[in-house]
């Protein structure tokens, strides 16, 4: 079946919007993290057209969507707002699966876990992305913890989240995208992260220039002032285990935020939707049949 392309206006923000798969079958979300955008399921969403209506959208400041300027137009309840804009438009009332990944994840997070959304979704698969507000007590909790390791951990992730001090800085990270890291992105992914068949995409550069503001707008709002979430629908937690920015550690605590929770550790790097398309989306599916029959 042939993608459907959509446009869908999120309080003036325009999102690039596709759909694919049988418009009567179970709706199924998948949402890109950074510096990507919808493009980054394109081998897991084939797996899963037979069976779903996937619904894919390039976030605010990705891909063919609008790039709103200002940081503040990046934060995480205007994220919410576009998923609640895409869904409403394209499958109004209808409940629905909910899969993503990295940036995608942390913001999928808050419509989990609040919102008008909530009891619309009926599964949750989060790869590599946890919710800041968890992030934000499970640090409270280990920072101080010298003699059982809870420092150790916490300064471990916080060596491995280099990344997130660097993106807060202005000017830096958009200049190295200028300068021409979009050009050599597609080398990184091959020699770091193990994805052999990485492709340059002429979206990269404005992907990864615009896409700090995510971090700039919500990481230290969320993890100074972190609120407690719940998260009601079953989820599913997938964890590459060579996963260089994310820790296993951030997730220790999620039992006590989410009522059905179930674990999948694999060997792999933080792309694992590149490098095993066919068993993420083989993952999701058997989630989101059971999620269902419960």
């Known amino acids: 079946m042939a993608t459907q392309q959509h446009w869908v206006n999120s309080n003036g923000v325009n999102l690039y919007v ?11 979300v998948l949402v890109h993290g950074y510096p990507d ?5 394109d081998k897991v969403s084939e797996h899963l057209t037979d069976r779903y209506f996937v619904i894919r959208y390039d976030v605010r400041g990705a891909g063919r969507s609008d790039k709103p300027p200002r940081t503040r137009d990046y934060r995480m309840n205007q994220l919410a707002g576009d998923l609640a804009a ?12 909910l899969a993503a990944h990295d940036w995608g994840s942390i913001q999928s997070w808050e419509s989990v876990t609040g919102g ?4 619309r979704i009926l599964s949750y698969t989060s790869i590599s992305g946890p919710c800041l507000d968890h992030v934000a007590f499970w640090l409270r909790r280990n920072v101080t913890r010298l003699r059982d390791g809870g420092t150790r951990k916490v300064l471990g992730q916080l060596a491995s989240s280099w990344y997130v001090a660097m993106f807060q800085l202005p000017l830096l990270p958009e200049a190295l995208w200028r300068a021409g890291l ?23 550069r404005d992907d990864g ?27 599913q937690l997938i964890v590459p285990t060579q996963d260089n920015y994310v820790g296993e550690q951030l997730f220790e605590d999620l039992g ?11 060997d792999a790097p933080h792309w694992v939707l590149l490098t095993q398309p066919d068993a993420v989306a083989g993952w999701i599916d058997g989630f989101a049949q059971q999620a269902s029959r419960s």
Do not use: M
């Open 116 to 119: 008008a959304l909530k009891p």
């Open 86 to 97: 895409v869904v409403d438009a394209v499958i109004p009332d209808q409940p629905f699966h």
């Open 18 to 28: 596709t759909t694919e798969g049988p418009a009567k079958a179970p709706p199924l």
């Open 37 to 41: 955008n919808h493009t980054v399921w």
């Open 209 to 235: 220039r615009f896409g700090v503001k995510l971090y700039r707008a919500n990481f230290l709002p969320r993890l100074l002032r972190p609120q407690l979430r719940q998260a009601d629908c079953p989820v």
């Open 256 to 266: 006590k935020w989410v009522g059905k929770l179930s674990r999948r550790d694999v």
């Open 182 to 204: 979009d050009r050599v992105w597609p080398d990184y992914l091959r020699k770091q992260e193990q994805v052999r068949e990485a492709a340059f995409d002429r979206c990269q």
